[in-house]
C-alpha cells in the first residue's frame, strides 16, 4: 500500500514539477528531493555550470531507471545486447568516441538530406486522417513520424520501423513505469527482441557499408573490417538502441505538447494560422516551456560546491532543464507560454556543453514541417471539446500529452 501510495505521489509530481521547479529556484542552495533520491538544480545558472563542470559532475549515471527489475526481467535480458555504457553515459575521452560519429551521422548536410523524406512521411499521415474531421494525433501522428525519420538516419528497412518503435516504447516501460512481474517479463522480451533486431543490421553493414548512420557507427567504434566481436556487438548494439530511444520518444512527445499548448490558446494557433513565419518561434518557444527531457542525472566526482551548498563525493544532482527555462531571472512572464516572445533560443531544452544534443537541428525541423503542414491542411485544428483537458504522462524524460483528441 506504501509504495502504491509513493508511486501516486511520484506520478503526480512527475505530471506537474513545475511548482516544486518554482520553490527549488527561490531557495537559499539547492533543494534535496526525496522523490528524486536527488539535489534538485534548478537555476538556470546553475544548470549551465554543473554542465559545464564536467570533471565534477559526471554523466555515468546519467538516466537511472525509475524501476527496480524484477528477478524474472533480469533472467530475460541476458539474452539480448548490452548494458553497456553509452555516449549519454560517458566521461571525457570515452564520450569523445561514442560522439564523434553521431557528429558526422547528424551534420547540418545529413539533416537536410533527411527532410523530403520526412515532410513526406508527415504528408502521407495526414493524408490518413484529414477526411475524417477529427483524430487522437498522438497515435495517428506524433508517435509515428520521428520513429520513421529516425529509421532512415540509422539505416532501418521502413518495413522494421514499426518493431523497431514499438521495442523503444517497451524499453521505456521497462525502466520508468511501474508494470506487474508478468509484464516486465513481457517487455523485457520485446526490449531483447529489439535487440536482435539491430544486432542484424549491425553484422550486415560491417559486410556492406553504405551512408548511413548504423554504418557510421559501426566504422567508428568497431574499426577495421574484421567480424566483428560479440562485445563490439554488444556495444554497438546498446548504443544503436540509445540513438534510436533519444531521437523518436523526444521528438515524438514534443510533437504532442508543442501542439496541446497551440491549441490549447486559440489566439496562438490563429496567430499562427496568420502568419505561419511564426513557425521558428513557436517550435522555439514549445521547446522552452514544457520540454520532452525535463532533467538528467550527474554524480559528483569528488567534493564540490553547488549555488552554496556543499555536496560529498557522489552525491547525486537532478539537472532539471525544465526548470531552468522557466527561470525568471532569465525571462520575463517565465511560466507564460508565448510564440512572439524574442530571441528565445538560449533555452537548455537540448542540453548544453559536450553533451549538447546532437540531434537538436533534426528535432526542430521536424516540429517545424508539423506546425507548417497543421496550418495548411487543418486550419482550423482545435481541441475536441467533448473530451476531458488532455493529461500528461506522468515521466521526466519523454513528457507529453497522453492523448490528444482533436477536430477540424
Ligand atoms: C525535441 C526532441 C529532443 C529533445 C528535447 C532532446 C534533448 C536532449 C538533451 C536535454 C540532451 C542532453 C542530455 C545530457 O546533458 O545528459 C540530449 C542529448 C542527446 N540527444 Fe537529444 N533531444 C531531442 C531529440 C534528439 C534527436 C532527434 C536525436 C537523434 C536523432 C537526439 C539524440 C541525442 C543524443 C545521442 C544525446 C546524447 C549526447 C551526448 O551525451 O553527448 N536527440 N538530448
Known sequence: MARLDDQARRDELYRDPYPLYDRARRAEG?????????????????????????????????????????????????????PRPTVVSSDDAAHRRHRAPLNRGLSAARVAALLPYARTCAEELVDGFAADGSAELVEAYASRLPGMVVGRLIGLDPADVPAAVHGGYRAEELLFRPLSPEGQVAAAEDVVALQHLLDGYVRERRERPRGDMCSTMVA??????????????HELVTSLQNLLIAGFLTTSALIGTMLLHLLGDRRQWRALRADPSLVPAAVEEAVRHDTAIQAFRRTTTRPVTLAGTKLPAASTVLVAFGSANRDERRYERAGE????????????AFGY????????????????????????????LRLDRDRPRPQMRPTLIHRSPQALYVTW
Do not use: K
Not at 357 to 378: I, N, Y
Open 353 to 380: 556543453g559536450t553533451h549538447g544534443c546532437p540531434g537538436s537541428q533534426l528535432a526542430r525541423d521536424q516540429l517545424r514541417l508539423t506546425l507548417e503542414l497543421f496550418v495548411r491542411r487543418m486550419p482550423e
Open 30 to 82: 539547492l533543494m534535496y528531493v526525496p522523490e528524486f533520491d536527488a539535489w534538485l538544480v534548478a537555476r538556470d545558472q546553475d544548470v549551465r555550470e554543473v554542465l559545464l563542470r564536467t570533471e565534477d559532475f559526471s554523466s555515468a549515471n546519467a538516466l537511472l531507471p525509475d524501476m527496480p527489475l524484477s528477478e524474472a526481467a533480469l533472467g530475460v535480458l541476458p539474452r539480448g545486447f548490452g
Open 220 to 233: 567508428a567504434l568497431a574499426p577495421g573490417d574484421a567480424e566483428l566481436t560479440l562485445e563490439q556487438r
Open 337 to 348: 507560454f508565448d510564440i512572439t516572445r524574442p530571441g528565445n533560443r538560449q533555452h537548455l
